[in-house]
């Protein structure tokens, strides 16, 4: 019983481990910046935060049953996450980044559309939370990917964990980016009473997110072939 | 050498000296030849050190394979002349190279040592450690020369 314990705070621990590690920095930046900038109210960020987690949590559950099920399949998932991913996510981070500006709009099926497209990624909504915490969740860099498909995997296999010990995993992969969000979101929030701008930092806040994702798109677009470390 | 002309006994010895000579020399060959295929079959006993990597490389990635490689040079110097151990660096993603993968299970960038005796592998290890110790040289090749030893010394 003591050794469950253990190894549910040991998955926990790794994630947090993961988070903090210098590999997902970009992709943490993006995420905090997303959750932080619904500093209007608390329970804005809260909501952002708590669906991103849960987005994040979902999908290390998803692949945790995948791979447990099916161990002769992590070298295959685990080498085809690390390629194809960082190549995915950074054009999509330049191209959420470059809606967030404004600066292009989309006219598939006339304003409809695009003022759907605009006004939910602007508002950051808590699907655009969820979305992102799973798409986050899949860019595995080396160092990550050592932790999940080595320790946190073998961890699954001894606890025949299929939900658990991943879930726990994704909690603390989420844990420290809420924690900044929270921090830069409520210090953001106090200045903008403080000076009494709180409309114009929140102008601020959405043009600010976007430059973030769309230098973080472009700097993990460069890792991911090799161009940068 | 005029007088050998002229003279049948001599010209026989001459000649049976010459064959024999030649004889002698097929022989040395022969011998010598032997003795290089002898010193190119392969030591019975190895231990080889894979470094398994991608095509694009993190610079953790590259430090892991230059550490090794330091070990190896330094450590197992002796040992790689003897043929007792051997390293290569592998891309797993050439296609020559997909069916280490299945083999050793491949994930991401590894160290993998394999034990091989009478010629077949015997045995093989994941020094899945590296990631944690990479932060810390003397560490991680610490590790990385305890688990080649382990191999050689067993």
Known sequence: ?229 | MFYLLGHPLRNLFLSLFCVGFIFLGFADTTNSSQTDKNSKIKPVNLVKVYYFHTTYRCRTCTLMQQYTEEVIEVDFADAIKAGDVQFEVVNVELKENNDYIKKYNIYTKMVIVSKLTDGKEKEWKNLDKIWDLVKNPEEFKSYIREGIEEYLNS
């Open chain 1, 1 to 229: 019983m003591d050794s469950y314990f253990f190894d549910l705070g040991f998955a926990l621990w790794l994630g947090i481990l993961t988070s903090l590690s210098p590999c997902p920095m970009a992709t943490n930046i993006a995420a905090i910046s997303f959750i932080g900038r619904q500093f209007q109210t608390q329970r804005s960020v809260f909501g952002a935060g708590i669906f991103y987690m849960v987005g994040r949590t979902l999908t290390y559950i998803i692949l945790g049953a995948i791979l447990v099920t099916s161990t002769q399949s992590v070298p295959f998932v685990a080498m085809f996450l690390q390629k194809y991913m960082l190549k995915i996510i950074g054009p999509v981070l330049v191209v959420v980044g470059i809606i967030l500006l404004g600066i292009i709009k989309f006219s598939f099926q006339g304003g409809g559309f695009n003022e759907n497209v605009q006004k939910r990624l602007a508002t950051a909504g808590w699907t655009g939370s969820l979305s992102l915490g799973m798409l986050f969740a899949l860019s595995f860099c080396p160092p990550a990917a050592a932790i999940f498909f080595g320790s946190l995997f073998s961890l699954a296999l001894k606890q025949s964990s299929k939900f658990i010990i991943p879930a726990l995993y994704g909690i603390g992969t989420a844990l420290p980016v809420l924690v900044f969000a929270f921090v830069i979101a409520f210090s953001t929030n106090r200045l903008g009473v403080l000076f009494n701008r709180l409309s114009t930092f929140e102008k601020w806040a959405r043009k600010i997110t976007a430059i973030i994702f769309i230098v973080a798109g472009i700097y993990v677009s460069l890792k991911s072939f090799g161009l940068v470390y």
